[in-house]
């Protein structure tokens, strides 16, 4: 069963993960400091509750989870644990069950049961939390003369999430260059 919410796109998402990083006060910092992000989400948002419940309370394939009705984000002990080890996938988890309240929890938005085909992204509750995640933990700013490489190592993500970012914002680029330039003269 697909969900559907309030479109958000990837130019509104970074424009709420930019400003959530200013109101931490990280706005130039490459590495996301997540685990003490984790560890002080119930004071960014008041009656949030955080969890670290061994591996065995999920479902096989699943390491974390977003009760927005409780107000809850459960992580596995492996995850945090990763997250405390600088592991990539890890730490993106976190921030991405933290997109998940950020978008639906934190602002007026409305889940709808789909039932009619597929949705469009911009409508994926998961993919607006996938894109809040790699907004927050890869600023494009601060990472656009990097290669994917050296944005895993200096941001503390994934290859695969680094790839798919830089790939995102060389996208951005590529359509940039083709919006025509006019010069006036005077």
Known sequence: M??????KGRQDIRKIAM??????????SLYLPVVEIYEILPIIYPGLTTE?????????????????DSKTIRLSRSVYDGACDSK????????????????????PIKLYREVNGPIEAYEDPEWQAKCFAGEVMINKELVKNMKPQEIALQCG????????QWRQYQKEE??????PSFKMFT
């Open 52 to 68: 670290i419940v061994e591996d065995s309370a999920f479902p096989k394939g699943k390491f974390a989870e977003t009760e927005i």
């Open 88 to 107: 990539g996938f890890e730490r993106m988890t976190i921030m991405h069950e933290v997109g998940h309240f950020e978008m639906i929890a934190n602002s």
């Open 2 to 7: 697909n969900y559907k919410t309030n479109a």
């Open 19 to 28: 400003e959530w990083r200013k109101q931490l006060g990280v706005e130039s």
């Open 157 to 164: 993500v994934s290859l695969q999430a680094a790839e798919y």
């Open 174 to 179: 590529k359509r940039q260059d083709k919006i």
